[in-house]
């Protein structure tokens, strides 16, 4: 199983600025992806990273809001932008690869809280 | 597509007793069936899966788990429950071998009574 780590793992920001995480995997992994957890609730898609080309986003996520870079088969970024209180939520990176390409493992996730 | 149902938000056992967590999916397709345990303030642990090999599948900490396909059902059970059991618990569903997105259901909150 891969190992995945998360920077930051928590941040407190203010409305309207950007904040970008970072994610990253001590292997190569095939697929990457970007969820969101909403306080008490449960995950929700927002993209699939896509290395060397763009993200492929869930409906009700758009680029402009939630940029995804993946430059390596082992890395991943995603910025939240232009934010507002209704964002504060647990944003989680999970990875799979190998031949168990249906078998994700998460990061520790990244809580933020927009004031 | 494929999504799941968790009936129950909230389980509370005794030490020892019985952990049943409930899970029915819906699937246009084969469906790949999982449980994820998260503990507090951490990340989401894979307890198991099934990929349409055995129908009982057994994961970590003593947990198993039945996927029967005419009650499209994949309940969570653990026969005795350990205070360290205590954490929100999800069910969460993909397309199979082709498609890897996993749609979660809304989690299921496990306390443990000494």
């Known amino acids: 199983s891969a190992v995945i780590s998360q920077k930051p793992s928590r941040d407190i920001c203010q409305r309207g600025t950007s904040l970008t995480i970072q994610c990253q995997v001590d292997?190569?992994?095939?697929?990457m992806f970007w969820y969101r957890q909403q306080p008490g609730q449960s995950l929700t898609l927002i993209a699939t990273a896509n290395q060397g080309s763009e993200a492929t986003y869930e409906s009700g996520f758009v680029i402009d809001k939630f940029p995804i870079s993946r430059p390596n088969l082992t890395f991943s970024t995603l910025t939240v932008s232009n934010m507002s209180p209704e964002d504060s939520s647990i944003y989680l990176c999970?990875?799979?690869?190998?031949?168990?390409?249906?078998?994700?493992?998460f990061g520790p996730g990244t809580r933020l809280t927009v004031t | 597509a494929q999504s799941v149902t968790q009936l129950g938000s909230h389980v509370s056992v005794s030490e020892g007793a019985l952990v049943l967590l409930r899970c029915n999916y819906s699937s246009s397709v084969p469906p790949y069936l999982f449980w994820y345990v998260q503990y507090p303030n951490q990340g989401l642990q894979l307890l198991l899966k099934y990929t349409s090999a055995a129908t009982l599948v057994k994961g970590i900490n003593g947990f198993e788990a039945e996927f029967k396909k005419s009650e499209t059902s994949f309940h969570l059970t653990k026969p005795s429950a350990h205070m360290s059991d205590a954490a929100e618990y999800f069910c969460a569903v993909s397309g199979g071998s082709n498609d890897y997105k996993l749609s979660f259901g809304a989690g299921t909150t496990v306390t443990v009574r000494a």
């Open positions: 292997s190569q992994v095939t697929m």
């Open positions: 999970s990875a799979a690869g190998g031949k168990r390409l249906y078998e994700q493992y």
